[in-house]
């Protein structure tokens, strides 16, 4: 450990900041937790990967070919993953933990000479101070804030504070400079800017200078997550701090989704639900049939209508928050994949269904949120025949409903050969990934070559 200042022994009382720091520090992973954990490694290298070649992933990788220290590749490794919206989801956080603590993980096991034993403990424990945090900011704060952002930078800080082995001090110093960092607003979806991806780039940043700085003594707030000009004060309008340690009978990481459709996850039970009604409304009437219909209903709950509700999208990146554009799809196609959105964007039979889709708030959604994430979908089919409707949930993905091993890596593979890389190469990486459980050693990234 680093040189440390004086300071006062902990408090009887120790604040949410030091109890959270003890709780992660004490659990103990399992074997099967760490499998669990090197699915999500898995999953995120497709997203980063398949992030490079798009316009904002050419931006970033443009601004970062010179990056050589540490926190510059974190930033620009997170940045990229977040790109194509294929990235893991925790519903009641309303986070995308991968994005940030997963990058984090694997550049700093690199830099430190670490195994993948360290380095799957580590995004365990990023995942659990993320999703905690995220769990504790109450439902006004997303109204504003991209909670990735705010409560990625705990995650983050987390992560790397396990692998560096930092003493219980440090822990708290790090959460400390974390959160007094936090930030990320949702302004982007005005104009479809490309703001979103410098989220997790900076959080994941951000986390890790912390937890750098608490090695070397660099203090932080005991206080940040409840103080009077902290975290939870500051950024939450209706916070529910007892989410931050709620006892739960296992790690954080195995209540996260993967997602199988490359858009916002307020979409996906929508996106579920109308893949069912196209399969009913196709077998009864014939093959097409969803295609021809009166209007479509959405119902689903209000706290994602500001982000998904955009029946008109005009670029690539906002179609994927399109929950019009996306349920036309899934009626009139199908499916809902990556090519979606960089070739059929202006399908003339998708464009006009999504004109009929109207979207509205239903309260016994509501009520579930964000523990459970619903929607419903009825479709009044052409002339006049019987409404068909679905209700989901749970979407594909879902821990209720998770994906097999086959078809995670089907979507991983078809991820990482957007993103440019060969047969050879995916083969290789996959690998790699899959032996981190056995205690491999870290291996580089692959993206952008000029950066890893």
Same mark, same amino acid.
């Given at each position: 450990?680093?040189?440390?200042?004086?300071?006062?022994?902990?408090s009887s009382?120790?604040?949410?900041?030091?109890?959270?720091a003890?709780?992660i520090?004490?659990?103990e992973?399992s074997?099967?937790?760490r499998?669990q954990?090197?699915?999500?490694?898995r999953d995120?290298l497709g997203?980063?990967?398949?992030?490079g070649?798009t316009?904002p992933?050419r931006?970033l990788s443009?601004?970062?070919s010179?990056?050589?220290d540490?926190?510059?590749r974190?930033?620009l490794a997170?940045?990229l993953?977040h790109?194509?919206e294929?990235d893991d989801?925790h519903?009641?956080?309303?986070?995308?933990?991968a994005?940030?603590?997963v990058?984090t993980?694997?550049l700093?096991g690199h830099?430190?000479?670490?195994e993948?034993?360290?380095i799957?403990?580590?995004?365990?424990?990023?995942?659990?101070a993320m999703?905690r945090v995220?769990?504790?900011?109450?439902?006004?704060h997303?109204?504003?804030?991209?909670?990735?952002a705010?409560?990625?930078?705990f995650g983050?800080?987390?992560t790397a504070?396990?692998?560096?082995?930092?003493e219980?001090?440090?822990w708290?110093w790090?959460?400390g400079?974390?959160?007094?960092?936090?930030?990320g607003l949702?302004?982007?979806?005005t104009?479809?800017?490309m703001?979103?991806h410098?989220h997790p780039?900076?959080?994941?940043a951000? =986390?890790?200078?912390?937890? !750098?700085?608490g090695?070397?003594?660099?203090t932080? #707030? $005991?206080t940040i /997550? +409840? =103080?009077?000009?902290?975290? !939870?004060?500051?950024?939450c309008p209706d916070p529910? #701090? $007892?989410?931050? /340690? +709620?006892?739960?009978?296992?790690w954080k990481?195995?209540?996260?989704?993967?997602?199988?459709?490359?858009?916002?996850g307020?979409?996906?039970p929508a996106?579920?639900?109308?893949?069912?009604?196209?399969?009913r409304?196709?077998?009864?009437e014939?093959?097409?049939?969803?295609?021809?219909?009166e209007?479509?209903?959405?119902k689903?709950?209000t706290?994602g209508?500001h982000?998904?509700?955009?029946p008109d999208?005009?670029?690539?990146?906002?179609a994927k928050?399109?929950?019009?554009?996306c349920?036309a799809?899934?009626?009139v196609l199908?499916?809902?994949d990556?090519e979606?959105?960089?070739?059929r964007?202006?399908?003339p039979r998708?464009r006009?269904?999504?004109?009929?889709?109207?979207?509205?708030?239903?309260?016994?959604?509501?009520?579930?949120?964000?523990?459970?994430?619903g929607?419903?979908?009825?479709?009044?089919?052409?002339?006049?025949g019987?409404?068909?409707?679905?209700v989901?949930t749970e979407a594909?993905g879902?821990?209720?409903a998770?994906?097999?091993?086959?078809?995670?890596?089907?979507k991983?593979v078809?991820?990482?050969e957007a993103?440019g890389?060969?047969?050879a190469?995916t083969?290789e990486?996959?690998?790699d990934?899959?032996?981190l459980?056995?205690?491999?050693?870290?291996?580089a990234?692959?993206?952008?070559?000029?950066?890893?």
């Amino acid at each position: 450990m680093g040189d440390r200042p004086m300071t006062s022994s902990p408090s009887s009382h120790p604040s949410l900041t030091r109890r959270l720091a003890q709780m992660i520090r004490r659990k103990e992973p399992s074997d099967q937790d760490r499998l669990q954990a090197e699915r999500f490694v898995r999953d995120w290298l497709g997203s980063f990967v398949a992030g490079g070649p798009t316009e904002p992933g050419r931006a970033l990788s443009a601004y970062g070919s010179a990056a050589r220290d540490l926190e510059s590749r974190v930033f620009l490794a997170a940045a990229l993953s977040h790109i194509t919206e294929t990235d893991d989801l925790h519903k009641g956080s309303v986070t995308h933990p991968a994005c940030v603590v997963v990058p984090t993980a694997l550049l700093l096991g690199h830099e430190e000479g670490l195994e993948g034993v360290a380095i799957l403990n580590g995004v365990l424990a990023g995942y659990e101070a993320m999703i905690r945090v995220g769990s504790a900011v109450g439902p006004a704060h997303y109204h504003t804030f991209h909670t990735t952002a705010t409560a990625g930078v705990f995650g983050a800080a987390a992560t790397a504070a396990q692998m560096l082995d930092l003493e219980e001090e440090e822990w708290v110093w790090a959460f400390g400079n974390a959160g007094t960092q936090a930030a990320g607003l949702w302004e982007f979806r005005t104009d479809a800017s490309m703001s979103k991806h410098l989220h997790p780039g900076h959080a994941a940043a951000a =986390g890790l200078r912390s937890a !750098l700085l608490g090695r070397h003594g660099f203090t932080g #707030p $005991e206080t940040i /997550l +409840e =103080g009077d000009h902290g975290f !939870l004060r500051g950024l939450c309008p209706d916070p529910n #701090p $007892e989410a931050l /340690l +709620e006892p739960a009978p296992r790690w954080k990481l195995l209540d996260t989704s993967l997602k199988p459709y490359p858009c916002c996850g307020h979409i996906h039970p929508a996106i579920a639900a109308a893949l069912e009604v196209k399969g009913r409304l196709d077998s009864r009437e014939g093959t097409g049939a969803a295609a021809k219909v009166e209007n479509v209903h959405v119902k689903t709950y209000t706290a994602g209508l500001h982000i998904v509700d955009a029946p008109d999208p005009r670029t690539s990146y906002d179609a994927k928050f399109s929950m019009q554009f996306c349920v036309a799809a899934a009626l009139v196609l199908g499916e809902v994949d990556l090519e979606l959105f960089e070739e059929r964007l202006e399908d003339p039979r998708v464009r006009r269904l999504a004109a009929k889709i109207r979207v509205t708030g239903s309260p016994s959604f509501d009520a579930r949120y964000p523990e459970q994430w619903g929607a419903e979908v009825t479709v009044q089919p052409s002339g006049g025949g019987k409404a068909v409707s679905s209700v989901r949930t749970e979407a594909p993905g879902d821990p209720a409903a998770p994906l097999s091993d086959e078809d995670l890596n089907e979507k991983v593979v078809h991820l990482l050969e957007a993103g440019g890389l060969g047969e050879a190469e995916t083969e290789e990486l996959l690998r790699d990934c899959r032996h981190l459980p056995e205690n491999a050693s870290a291996f580089a990234l692959p993206w952008p070559p000029e950066t890893f």
